[in-house]
């Protein structure tokens, strides 16, 4: 029943469709959806102390070619330090 539904898909759409094109799909329409100061925008940013240059890069990446995702995010000029002990004497800022 599985491969019969799916041949019939196949058949509709005309090809086989890979998670990587649904991707480019969404992307497209996403694009048509969202106004342009909300869209969703990859996520990829600098890890940096301030007043210094990258220290690394932070990312989520897709599996087929390694890009960053897109996501929904919200950024503000105003930031504030973040504190994360990592143990009893060790804390990260």
């Known amino acids: 029943v599985e491969d019969m ?28 959806l969202f106004r342009s100061d909300v869209q969703p925008q990859a996520f990829s940013y600098a890890i940096r102390r301030p007043n210094h240059y990258p220290d690394g890069i932070l990312s989520i990446e897709s599996n087929d070619d ?19 002990p990592l143990a009893s004497s060790v804390n990260v800022q």
């Open 66 to 84: 390694a890009q960053p995702i897109r996501t929904t995010t919200v950024h503000r000029e105003v930031g504030h330090v973040m504190n994360m």
């Open 5 to 32: 539904l799916r041949d019939q898909l196949v058949k509709a759409i005309g090809s086989v469709v890979s998670a990587n094109d649904f991707a480019k799909y969404m992307d497209f329409h996403k694009r048509q």
